[in-house]
Nanobody, 121 residues
Framework: QVQLVESGGGSVQAGGTLRLSCAAS??????WGWFRQAPGKEREGVAI??????QYADSVKGRFTISRDGAKNILLLQMNNLKPEDTAMYYC??????????????????WGQGTQVTVSS
């Protein structure tokens, strides 16, 4: 059973930075993702980390970087130049299947509980 625990969220002003972490335990699979959900909106993909590749939503390209520390089994999301529209609950996910940023979020098997990111203008 995969367990995922996010941390690192907080409140920052526009232009600020945050680094999210997702600590994983159990047997994990090769496809990882960061997602976010703002109030009243659907959950959306932010960044995907696969076996030797990454993929980003257009809205975060050039500002966010996804990476993974395999030795510690931690997934990271470095978020720079944050904007108010980045405000959301951020979740990490893990999948035993190949997934892209456009695949339905319902197709991801394992999820963390989320960490809140709030960006003020």
């Amino acid at each position: 059973q995969v367990q995922l625990v996010e941390s690192g969220g907080g409140s920052v002003q526009a232009g600020g930075t945050l680094r999210l972490s997702c600590a994983a335990s159990g047997y994990t699979f090769s496809t990882w993702g960061w997602f976010r959900q703002a109030p009243g909106k659907e959950r959306e993909g932010v960044a995907i980390y696969g076996d030797g590749w990454t993929q980003y939503a257009d809205s975060v390209k050039g500002r966010f970087t996804i990476s993974r520390d395999g030795a510690k089994n931690i997934l990271l999301l470095q978020m720079n130049n944050l904007k108010p529209e980045d405000t959301a609950m951020y979740y990490c996910a893990n999948s035993h299947l190949y997934r892209t940023i456009n695949d339905p979020t319902s197709s991801w098997r394992y999820w963390g509980q989320g960490t809140q990111v709030t960006v003020s203008s």
